[in-house]
């Protein structure tokens, strides 16, 4: 019903930048938070940045200060864009969308299908 597609990972270097980019269609009546977790191997997957409808941005303690989340409402579009990559933050990258299909609300949370960052020392 709603399909999110994510680009932007690969390999760079500790100390390095990218940018992630993820962008959803399909059956949205609105759109509240958008976001992004990892998953690292071995590890669970753990929230990293959220956005809100709203504006309002929030980040996992050990990103903050490094990444920036933001998002294009009217493209439903969300990015993250990473700084001052560390080999820690290697993992499975996976952005979400919490959206709402009517006007009675409710509301649905959608995945991506991941995309790998790697950070070399």
């Known amino acids: 019903q709603v399909q999110l597609v994510e680009s932007g990972g690969g390999l760079v270097q500790a100390g390095g930048s990218l940018r992630l980019s993820c962008a959803a269609s399909?059956?949205?009546?609105?759109?509240?938070?958008m976001g992004w977790s990892r998953q690292a191997p071995g590890k669970q997957r753990e929230s990293v940045a959220n956005?809100?409808?709203?504006?309002?941005?929030t980040y996992t303690d050990s990103v903050q200060g490094r990444f920036t989340i933001s998002r294009d409402s009217a493209k439903n579009t969300v990015f993250l864009q990473m700084s001052s990559l560390k080999p820690e933050d290697t993992a499975a990258y996976y952005c979400?969308?919490?959206?709402?299909?009517?006007?009675?609300?409710?509301?649905?949370?959608?995945w991506g299908q991941g995309t790998q960052v790697t950070v070399s020392r």
């Open positions: 979400y969308a919490q959206v709402s299909h009517s006007y009675f609300g409710g509301s649905s949370f959608y």
């Open positions: 399909g059956s949205i009546f609105s759109m509240y938070q």
């Open positions: 956005i809100t409808s709203s504006g309002s941005t």
